[in-house]
């Protein structure tokens, strides 16, 4: 099975940072991965998929690299309303999909 | 617009079964891989099952092979999993999703909460 890892699992910025979060898969997944923010309370919101694909409709600052095992989301200037906990998300085959523990961005 | 309803989540005791149903409006329902991701309480996310397009193929996390049982009607455009022998580690909010091509769950529902405890 594909195991996803996360690092840090917490990070502390301030608004106009620019943030990495990156993710690690434990064999290669090519170019099959995806990120979401998730909010309290809310459900999952799709940022990035394959890897460096932008969703219709997210902020250009948002932007993922990476291929093989190692990932990285860049929020370029972080914004107040982008305090949220971000998860990686391996879907090299849909027989087993796997999400990573999170990385939860708060407040400096 | 895309709409995922999730139903059916209740408070049960271990060992007991329950049905998850997922009405899906506003894309053609038939065209997507539907599957059900899940989060317990204060922790992260994980999926849980996947089914194809028409129904004949279905994929699942290890932890619920053999107790849950995703399916699914076209005609009604709805998705469910049925879940079986139920234990204190299910309980989370279950969310149904979707997937086409190389773009993973892009649409999510509002989640329903299954609680197991005695």
């Known amino acids: 099975d594909i195991q996803m890892t996360q690092s840090p699992s917490t990070l502390s910025a301030s608004v106009g940072d620019r943030v990495i979060i990156s993710c690690r898969a434990s064999?290669?997944?090519?170019?099959?991965l995806a990120w979401y923010q998730q909010k309290p309370g809310k459900a999952p919101k799709l940022l990035i998929y394959k890897a460096s694909s932008l969703e219709s409709g997210v902020p250009s600052r948002f932007s993922g690299t990476g291929s093989g095992t190692e990932f990285t989301l860049t929020i370029s200037s972080l914004q107040p309303d982008d305090f949220a906990t971000y998860y990686c998300h391996q879907y090299n085959s849909y027989t087993q999909f796997t999400f990573g523990p999170g990385t939860k961005v708060d407040i400096k | 617009e895309v709409q995922l309803v999730e139903s059916g989540g209740a408070l049960v005791q271990p060992g007991e079964s329950l049905r998850l149903s997922c009405a899906a409006s506003g894309f053609t329902f038939s065209t997507y891989w539907m599957g059900w991701v899940r989060q317990a309480p204060g922790n992260g996310l994980e999926w849980v099952a996947n089914i194809k397009t028409d129904g004949s193929d279905k994929y699942y996390v290890d932890s619920v092979k053999g107790r849950f049982t995703i399916s699914r009607d076209n005609a009604k455009n709805s998705v469910y999993l049925q879940m079986n022998s139920l234990r204190a580690e299910d309980t989370a909010i279950y969310y149904c999703?979707?997937?086409?091509?190389?773009?993973?769950?892009?649409?999510w529902g509002q989640g329903t909460l299954v609680t197991v405890s005695s």
């Open positions: 064999q290669s997944i090519n170019s099959w």
């Open positions: 999703t979707r997937t086409q091509g190389p773009v993973p769950f892009d649409d």
